[in-house]
């Protein structure tokens, strides 16, 4: 096929050919480099709220790269400075702590860059966390397991210094032929008051009650547990649980055959069942009291068959 | 012992022969006074050596398989600082650490058993070591703890590594006890009770104990016979050697007996007051106080947690007498009981054994070897090596070497290995075809629960993960977990669980708990970059291959039959063939003929088209209860051979039911891999003659 075209026609095509090139090139001048974008970090450590006496936040830089910068500063105290070929950000505790208590109120930034494979640095967008103005309380006390499901060896209640990293155990079981122990709580927020109910193989299933570093033994099977502000009062549940497992999705479940209320009493040693949270045709459970103690606030529902687990999720 | 190896002429020698020895009293006092010269020691012949050293390589690696030691009992580790700073605030924390790492080489074979292998000969070495200036003893002797510790290596469930480091510390505590040993008596008991502590930190209280009796044995030694420390001494030697050895140069040159006034000149010992003479033994005794001290300061060390790694049974006696061996070694050597009978006290050993009669020699060695050869057959565990086996074989989804090792099996297999086997034969497409060539017992579960203990954790999550019960495999997985601890084979099969519940994150960390696993990290590596790049693992063949059999529908209780599982299973996928054969399985088992012939109709449906063996066996006896004359159900019909092998059995039954004490066994020859049999007795254990097996359809 023979393609004949006018000559005019050549000469338009051409001035369009130049004048693209020339926009395009133009348009290659001109490009501004893309904004940069936020570090993705694990934990997503990203505008958060940080406590100015709070251990520091290690993180990993989840970006491909040779090399990795970070710095940490803010309007006061000295900045952080550290780089390595590893993502993984282990901030000093001390220079981490002098610049939260310098910045109290204020903010601190992380700047992170990163050494692409090419070779060049790559800066991200810096992430702004705030510095509360207030302390945190010092320590926390939790349960720590394995993801257990029938049987369990080692367990322990421990408490873990915020600032720290530190771990002490306040109880494990391998101190009492490793029972069970949990349902521990404070009254209110205080260390010096506590009760913890263990389960023993030859000891039967007491309370502890710790009261300034003094612990006693209380035959008392409590469960789900609140103080009273005054701390003369404990509530406490009496629950018959049994395990029980599904065949799809989370496997593990509870069913709480029968659950009853009673209020301990620290000074005479005895429980109470008042039948307004004892009723025996109704589970009651999880308690705690009002703020003021006026008011003892409790789930409670319709007790139920041992079949009918099946209906639940 | 140098001493005593010294170079004697003909004449002498007879000379010797015809004195009568001294009175022990008499020699010990004029060994005491009259020092005799050394002589440099026996020069050692290898080849021996190295030839047992192989022999045991080869009995860890053949025999006892390294790898099944390392499945069964191999204890946890892992490469991290974390792991590390666990064991450092304890005592024997350091020992345990090594011990595990040492341990992780079972993973290989050829490795583990070099590494065992060569615990043992410097165990032997040590030994030697402890003994040699100690007196004279049988060469046999310093071999009995290696040997000890080659019988513990075959009983699967002992803590190998870590008492065989232990033991090597303490023996080599012992002999650089004997070598180093300051003058300042304040010195001396200080460094000693220095040791001590420095060895219950490192290796924990049992060691250190050892420790502190063979130093204690030791002194008294050296109280009761102050020559022996002339020996000890290495300086001394070292001292003496060029001259010592320009001496006997001169005496071979000249084959004549070495002047008296050429010996060195006697080592002058401090004499030592009588009273004083026990302090020594005494301090070093009461280095058991820092022993029961460091165990007071460590509440959680008990007795029962000290002597617990021991085991029961045979392994226990085994520990204990591989701890108690040396220091009776060490005692009877120094008080010469049973030492090797003297021809003249200056004969050498080397001597001794060329002046033994060629054959009477190996008479004596070959009775030894097949001593140690009848010890350690004695002491393996026969009966354990192939439970272990067959659930080493199944985790590596080597499904014929299951059946091979089940067939060496010598008493009825626990359920774990029963889930094992009956999970090889699904594979090996004989479910159906063989169950009962293999030990069943009526009244056991296809798919147990823990109430037939928590052996069965690890297999049944691993047939439920196959058959599509995905929960239930990883409440199963987390009970073994808490049960045997972080295992390789456990963190792999809870990232598989997690990978297949859609949990990619919670698999991921599994699997860098694998990775710091030595000898897993490659592979758990490449399934965490197989996870990035696909979180449903789709490519993977041992995920893609479940994924469409999973449960999909919820059923929930504390413990659910056996039977509601495998129809659940059938309700989500018509067409998972494992759950239809294990079924099928689930009524021969139970006897239950009805509702396994109604299973007839859906043989087709996957594609099972000539009808099991048992199925078959099921039929026939099932159509004769009914007194039919029919060979033929929903289209299925028995094979001539079964009816008539079951025309057999009804003959023999008949023919042997006067004698019904030792029916089964007579009636097992022929007929105990059949149904008839198993419902007959209530067991099987196979049959004696080779069973009809056919492969998969």
């Given at each position: ?313 | ?592 003929s009805e509702p396994l012939l109604q299973t007839l109709g859906a043989l087709d449906q ?5 009808t099991?063996?048992?199925v078959e066996?099921a039929m026939?006896?099932h159509l ?6 029919q060979t033929e159900i929903a289209g299925r019909r028995v ?59």
């Amino acid at each position: 096929m023979n393609l004949r075209l006018h000559p005019n026609t050549c000469r338009i095509a051409l001035g369009c050919l130049l004048a693209s090139l020339h926009v395009a090139s133009a348009a290659a001048d001109t490009a501004a480099p893309s904004p940069p974008r936020m570090p993705r970090l694990a934990p997503d450590y990203t505008d958060i709220v940080l406590p100015p006496n709070i251990a520091p936040m290690n993180f990993i830089i989840q970006e491909d790269g040779a090399r990795f910068r970070t710095r940490l500063s803010g309007p006061a105290g000295s900045p952080i400075d550290l780089a390595g070929r590893s993502p993984r950000v282990a901030i000093p505790i001390r220079p981490w702590n002098d610049l939260l208590r310098a910045n109290v109120g204020s903010h601190i930034l992380i700047e992170i860059a990163v050494l692409s494979r090419e070779g060049e640095w790559f800066e991200f967008q810096a992430v702004t966390n705030r510095v509360a103005p207030d302390e945190l309380d010092g320590h926390l006390v939790y349960r720590r397991l394995l993801p257990l499901y029938n049987i369990y060896r080692t367990m322990g209640i421990y408490q873990r210094d915020l600032e720290t990293f530190k771990e002490t155990p306040v109880l494990e079981n391998t101190r009492f032929g490793r029972g069970c122990l949990n349902c521990h709580t404070f009254l209110q927020h205080s260390p010096d008051h506590m009760a913890l109910h263990i389960r023993t193989q030859d000891s039967g299933n007491p309370m502890l009650l710790i009261a300034s570093n003094q612990v006693a033994t209380v035959a008392k099977t409590s469960g789900y547990m609140s103080w009273h502000p005054s701390g003369r009062l404990l509530a406490a549940s009496a629950n018959k649980l049994s395990l029980f497992f599904h065949t799809k999705g989370e496997t593990r479940d509870v069913f709480d055959a029968d659950s009853d209320l009673g209020i301990y009493r620290v000074d005479s040693n005895t429980v109470v069942s008042p039948p307004a949270i004892a009723r025996p045709d109704r589970l009651e459970t999880w308690p705690c009291w009002a703020p003021d103690g006026r008011a003892l606030y409790f789930s409670s529902a319709p007790k139920l068959g041992n079949m009918d687990r099946r209906r639940f999720r | 012992m140098g001493r005593r190896k010294q170079q004697q002429t003909p004449d002498s020698a007879t000379a010797a022969k015809q004195t009568p020895p001294p009175h022990p009293a008499e020699a010990l006092a004029s060994e005491a006074s009259h020092p005799t010269l050394p002589t440099p020691p026996h020069k050692t012949s290898w080849l021996p050596v190295a030839l047992l050293f192989l022999a045991a390589w080869l009995y860890i690696e053949l025999r006892i398989d390294p790898p099944l030691r390392y499945y069964h009992a191999g204890p946890v580790f892992f490469l991290n600082s974390d792991f590390l700073a666990d064991h450092l605030d304890r005592p024997g924390g350091l020992v345990e650490y090594a011990a595990a790492w040492l341990a992780q080489t079972d993973c290989r074979a050829m490795l583990g058993a070099f590494v065992t292998a060569s615990l043992s000969a410097l165990v032997w070495g040590a030994a030697a070591l402890l003994l040699k200036p100690a007196g004279r003893c049988h060469s046999w002797l310093p071999f009995v703890p290696a040997l000890l510790l080659l019988a513990l290596a075959g009983r699967y469930d002992a803590p190998l590594h870590a008492i065989a480091f232990g033991l090597l510390l303490a023996l080599c505590g012992a002999v650089a006890w004997q070598v180093w040993r300051p003058v300042p008596s304040g010195l001396r008991w200080g460094s000693f009770w220095l040791a001590v502590a420095a060895l219950f930190y490192v290796a924990g209280p049992i060691p250190s104990l050892l420790f502190v009796l063979l130093g204690t044995l030791w002194e008294t030694a050296l109280a009761m016979k102050p020559s022996l420390d002339s020996d000890s001494s290495c300086f001394q030697a070292a001292q003496h050697a060029p001259r010592i050895r320009n001496v006997i140069r001169t005496v071979r040159e000249k084959d004549q007996p070495v002047p008296q006034t050429e010996r060195p000149p006697a080592l002058s010992l401090p004499a030592q007051p009588r009273s004083g003479r026990f302090t020594s033994p005494v301090v070093c005794g009461l280095a058991v106080a820092v022993i029961a001290g460091g165990i007071l300061v460590f509440p959680e060390m008990s007795l029962a947690t000290v002597f617990t790694p021991w085991g029961t049974g045979l392994s226990l006696v085994v520990c204990a007498l591989l701890h108690v061996c040396l220091p009776i070694a060490l005692g009877l050597t120094v008080a010469g009981i049973g030492a090797p009978v003297a021809r003249g006290t200056a004969a050498s050993s080397g001597e001794r054994r060329r002046r033994m009669p060629h054959p009477t020699r190996w008479v004596w060695r070959l009775a030894g070897l097949a001593a140690s050869v009848a010890l350690l057959a004695a002491s393996f565990d026969w009966d354990r090596k192939p439970l272990i086996r067959i659930a080493w074989e199944a985790q590596q989804s080597r499904w014929e070497r299951v059946l091979e090792a089940a067939r060496s099996l010598r008493r009825m297999p626990d359920p774990s290995a029963q889930l094992a086997i009956n999970q090889a034969l699904y594979h090996t497409g004989r479910l159906n075809q063989d169950l009962f060539a293999f030990p069943q017992r009526k009244g056991a579960p296809l798919l147990p629960s823990m109430r037939q203990g928590m052996a069965v954790c690890v297999p049944l999550s691993n047939t439920l993960l196959e058959l599509g019960q995905i929960s239930l495999a990883e409440h199963y997985a987390h009970e073994a977990l808490e049960n045997i601890g972080q295992r390789p084979h456990l963190l792999w099969q809870l990232a598989r669980i997690n990978v297949l519940q859609d949990r990619p994150r919670a698999a991921r960390v599994f699997l860098n708990r694998l990775r710091l696993v030595p000898f897993h990290r490659e592979k758990a590596v490449r399934r965490l970059e197989a996870l990035a790049a696909d979180p449903t693992l789709g490519s993977e063949d041992d995920i893609a291959r479940v994924r469409p059999f999973l449960v999909t529908r919820d059923y929930a209780d504390s413990e659910i039959p056996t039977e509601f599982l495998l129809r659940q299973l059938l309700q989500s996928n018509r067409r998972n063939r494992m759950a239809f054969e294990y079924l099928m399985a689930h009524y021969l088992l139970n006897g239950q003929s009805e509702p396994l012939l109604q299973t007839l109709g859906a043989l087709d449906q996957h594609g099972i088209w000539e009808t099991p063996r048992h199925v078959e066996e099921a039929m026939i006896a099932h159509l004769a209860s009914k007194e039919s004359n029919q060979t033929e159900i929903a289209g299925r019909r028995v094979s001539p051979d079964t009816i008539r092998r079951y025309g057999e059995f009804l003959a023999h039954l008949d023919k042997d039911s006067a004698r019904v004490a030792d029916l089964p066994e007579r009636l097992a020859a022929g007929f105990g891999d059949t149904f008839w049999f198993y419902q007959r007795f209530g067991m099987t254990f196979g049959a004696i003659r080779p069973t009809h097996t056919t492969g998969r359809q």
